[in-house]
């Protein structure tokens, strides 16, 4: 009588860690099949959100305003700290180009020299034809 009633227990338990050892393989491979999945789909999702076209300076404008300027001179242009609207009929291109890398006292904006030509550029003609 005495080993006897271990017996069922010890059953109970064996089963019960197969059980648990199964499921949990099972639960690893339906994850890494949902992931597979999921994945191709955020890798998609991520490219069309990413992709800029660089010969279209008013996407690569309006990404480089939105890295460089927004904080500043905010999404419709009009601040927090320094309003832009109409800048187009205040200032060229050139002047936008040198007020991005110069900064200047006058104006209360930090000079930003690293500042990539071409992105300057960009970010100039986007302001201007946008900003009204
Ligand atoms: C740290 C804050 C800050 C950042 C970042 C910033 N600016 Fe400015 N900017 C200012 C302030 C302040 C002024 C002065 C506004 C005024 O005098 O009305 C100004 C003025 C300007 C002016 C002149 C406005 C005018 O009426 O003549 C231009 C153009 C300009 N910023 C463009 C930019 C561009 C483009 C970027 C991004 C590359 C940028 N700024 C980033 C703060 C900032």
Known sequence: MKG????????????GLILMISLSFIGVTQKEERLAL????????????ETVDTS??????EQAYQASCIG????????????LIGIGD?????????IIHEGGEDYGIPGMP???ES???AIAEYLIEVAN
């Not at 006897?4 to 089963?15: E, G, Q, R, T, Y």
């Not at 999921?38 to 959100?49: F, L, M, N, S």
């Not at 205040?90 to 040198?98: A, F, G, H, P, Y």
């Open 4 to 15: 006897k009633p271990l017996f069922p227990f010890a059953a109970i338990a064996v089963v």
């Open 38 to 49: 999921e994945g191709e789909d955020a890798v998609e999702e991520q490219q069309t959100q």
């Open 56 to 61: 279209d300076p008013m996407a690569l404008g």
């Open 72 to 83: 500043c001179h905010g999404g419709s242009f009009d601040g927090p700290m320094g309003n």
């Open 90 to 98: 205040r200032r060229s291109k050139e002047e936008i180009m040198t």
């Open 114 to 116: 690293a500042f990539p």
């Open 119 to 121: 992105d300057a550029e």
